[in-house]
C-alpha cells in the first residue's frame, strides 16, 4: 500500500511518522519549527490532531473531567483545559501542510470527531488516523473509512474483539488501505509493557500492515518491533523536551528522531530471508577459516604429526575435521613448510 508517493509494507524501509500533538506548545513558529526539524531528521511524514476542546470532552472542571491521578503526567488538569492547551488550531493546519510539503513531508491528522473529517478532506489530506481512545467509536471509524484513503488505527487498550470490530466496521464502509499500530497507552509507556510480539499474531488475524506507536523512551523497543514486522513507526516528536509541552516527556528530539529513522532502516536491512552458507559477501572471506597446513619440512616417507602437521589460517588446505584421519599417514613425496595439506600427499588416502 502507499500513503502519497510513501510505499508501506515489508518491501520497503519503515515508515517514520513524528507525531506533533501538542508539543507545539499554543504557538505556531514553534509548530513550524517542528516541521522543520522532523524533515531535517528524516522523518517520512508529520501528523497532526484534529478537535477542539469542545468536541472532545465537556467543560467541566470536577469529578471524571478532573485529573488528580498522582502518577499522571497532567494532575490537577481539567481534561477540558488540557485539551484546550494541546489541541492544534484549525488555521494553523494550511500552513503546517505546506511546510512539510514543502520539505518533501507527507502531512495527515488524527481526526476526533465528524466535523474534524469534514474539515480534513477540505484540506485533502493523503490518510487519516484512528486514536488510540477512539478506537472504539465506531462512527467516526465509518466515516473516515468513506472517505477511500488509507486508514492508520492505534490498538491501544483494545480487546481482540474491539481490534476485529474496528477492522471489519473500516472495510465494511469502504477501507481498502489499512496499518494497524501495536500500542500501548500509558504515558510515558514501559518497554516490559509494550509486547512487540504481538506485532506478527496481528498482521496474520487481520491480514494488514501492521506497525508500532510507540510512547517508550529512546528507540529500542521501535527497533524491535521492526525485527517482528513492523512496517511502520509513529513516535510523538519535540524540538527540545526541556521546553515542555503536555507531551514533550515521552517524545523524541531531533538527534533521537534521525537514529530512530537510521536505526529502524538497517534493522529492516538486516531481516533479509532465510539463508545459510556463505553469502556472495562473504565467499571472500572464507580464505580466512583455519585448515590444515604442513608446518614443517617434510621428506618422503615422513610420518604426520601433531608438531608438523597444524590446524591455521588462511583455509586453502584440507578442512580441520580430517586432522585426525591424517596423523599418523605416511607423505609419498618431499612437502615444504607452509603448504597446505592435501590428499595427494598421503599414503592410503580417504
Same mark, same amino acid.
Given at each position: 500500500?502507499?500513503?502519497? @508517493?510513501?510505499? &508501506?509494507?515489508?518491501?520497503?524501509?519503515?515508515?517514520?511518522?513524528? #507525531?506533533?500533538?501538542?508539543?507545539? $506548545? #499554543?504557538?505556531?513558529?514553534?509548530?513550524?519549527? &517542528?516541521?522543520?526539524?522532523?524533515?531535517?531528521?528524516?522523518?517520512?511524514?508529520?501528523?497532526?490532531?484534529?478537535?477542539?476542546?469542545?468536541?472532545?470532552?465537556?467543560?467541566?472542571?470536577?469529578?471524571?473531567?478532573?485529573?488528580?491521578? /498522582?502518577?499522571?503526567?497532567?494532575?490537577?488538569?481539567?481534561? +477540558?483545559? =488540557?485539551? /484546550?492547551?494541546?489541541?492544534?488550531?484549525? #488555521?494553523? @493546519?494550511?500552513?503546517?501542510?505546506?511546510?512539510?510539503?514543502?520539505?518533501?513531508?507527507?502531512?495527515?491528522?488524527?481526526?476526533?470527531?465528524?466535523?474534524?473529517?469534514?474539515?480534513?478532506? /477540505? =484540506?485533502?489530506?493523503?490518510? *487519516?488516523?484512528?486514536?488510540?481512545?477512539?478506537?472504539?467509536?465506531?462512527?467516526? &471509524?465509518?466515516?473516515?473509512?468513506?472517505?477511500?484513503?488509507?486508514?492508520?488505527?492505534?490498538?491501544?487498550?483494545?480487546?481482540?474483539?474491539?481490534?476485529? %470490530?474496528?477492522?471489519?466496521?473500516?472495510?465494511?464502509?469502504?477501507?481498502?488501505?489499512?496499518?494497524?499500530?501495536?500500542?500501548?497507552?500509558? *504515558?510515558?509507556?514501559?518497554?516490559?509493557?509494550?509486547?512487540? !510480539?504481538?506485532?506478527?499474531?496481528?498482521?496474520?488475524?487481520?491480514?494488514?500492515? !501492521?506497525? =508500532?506507536?510507540? +510512547?517508550?523512551?529512546?528507540?529500542?523497543?521501535?527497533?524491535?518491533?521492526?525485527?517482528?514486522?513492523?512496517? !511502520?513507526? #509513529?513516535?510523538?516528536?519535540?524540538?527540545?523536551?526541556?521546553?515542555?509541552?503536555?507531551?514533550?516527556?515521552?517524545?523524541?528530539?531531533?538527534? %533521537?528522531?534521525?537514529?530512530? !529513522?537510521?536505526?529502524?532502516?538497517?534493522?529492516?536491512?538486516?531481516?533479509? $530471508?532465510?539463508? *545459510?552458507?556463505?553469502?556472495?559477501?562473504?565467499?571472500?572471506? =572464507?580464505?580466512?577459516?583455519?585448515?590444515?597446513? &604442513?608446518?614443517?619440512?617434510?621428506?618422503?616417507?615422513?610420518?604426520?604429526?601433531?608438531? $608438523?602437521?597444524?590446524?591455521?589460517?588462511?583455509?586453502?588446505?584440507?578442512?580441520?575435521?580430517? *586432522? /585426525?584421519?591424517?596423523?599418523?599417514?605416511?607423505?609419498?613425496?618431499?612437502?615444504?613448510?607452509?603448504?597446505?595439506?592435501?590428499?595427494?600427499?598421503?599414503?592410503?588416502?580417504?
Amino acid at each position: 500500500m502507499k500513503v502519497a @508517493h510513501q510505499r &508501506i509494507g515489508p518491501d520497503a524501509p519503515p515508515f517514520i511518522i513524528a #507525531e506533533m500533538s501538542g508539543n507545539h $506548545n #499554543e504557538s505556531l513558529d514553534r509548530a513550524l519549527e &517542528i516541521v522543520d526539524a522532523a524533515a531535517k531528521a528524516g522523518a517520512h511524514a508529520l501528523k497532526l490532531q484534529t478537535y477542539t476542546a469542545d468536541t472532545i470532552t465537556l467543560d467541566i472542571d470536577e469529578g471524571e473531567f478532573f485529573i488528580d491521578d /498522582e502518577q499522571s503526567l497532567w494532575k490537577g488538569c481539567s481534561l +477540558h483545559d =488540557l485539551y /484546550e492547551r494541546a489541541s492544534t488550531p484549525w #488555521e494553523w @493546519h494550511v500552513p503546517i501542510m505546506e511546510r512539510a510539503r514543502e520539505l518533501g513531508m507527507i502531512c495527515f491528522s488524527t481526526p476526533f470527531d465528524e466535523t474534524a473529517v469534514d474539515f480534513l478532506e /477540505e =484540506l485533502d489530506v493523503p490518510a *487519516y488516523k484512528i486514536a488510540s481512545f477512539e478506537n472504539v467509536h465506531l462512527p467516526l &471509524i465509518r466515516k473516515v473509512a468513506a472517505t477511500g484513503k488509507p486508514m492508520i488505527i492505534s490498538t491501544g487498550m483494545a480487546t481482540l474483539a474491539e481490534i476485529d %470490530e474496528a477492522v471489519r466496521t473500516a472495510r465494511e464502509a469502504g477501507c481498502r488501505d489499512l496499518v494497524l499500530l501495536k500500542c500501548t497507552s500509558t *504515558y510515558p509507556a514501559t518497554p516490559e509493557n509494550s509486547n512487540v !510480539v504481538t506485532i506478527p499474531h496481528m498482521r496474520e488475524l487481520f491480514g494488514c500492515e !501492521v506497525g =508500532l506507536s510507540d +510512547h517508550t523512551m529512546g528507540i529500542g523497543a521501535a527497533v524491535a518491533a521492526v525485527a517482528h514486522g513492523a512496517t !511502520v513507526i #509513529e513516535k510523538h516528536f519535540t524540538t527540545r523536551r526541556a521546553d515542555g509541552g503536555v507531551d514533550s516527556t515521552f517524545s523524541l528530539e531531533p538527534e %533521537e528522531l534521525h537514529a530512530l !529513522v537510521v536505526e529502524t532502516e538497517r534493522a529492516w536491512q538486516s531481516l533479509g $530471508n532465510v539463508a *545459510y552458507g556463505p553469502s556472495d559477501a562473504e565467499k571472500k572471506s =572464507l580464505i580466512f577459516r583455519r585448515s590444515l597446513y &604442513i608446518a614443517q619440512d617434510l621428506k618422503a616417507g615422513d610420518v604426520l604429526t601433531r608438531e $608438523n602437521l597444524r590446524c591455521v589460517r588462511p583455509g586453502l588446505g584440507l578442512a580441520p575435521k580430517y *586432522y /585426525e584421519v591424517l596423523l599418523g599417514k605416511r607423505v609419498i613425496r618431499d612437502v615444504v613448510r607452509g603448504t597446505p595439506m592435501s590428499w595427494d600427499f598421503v599414503v592410503g588416502k580417504r
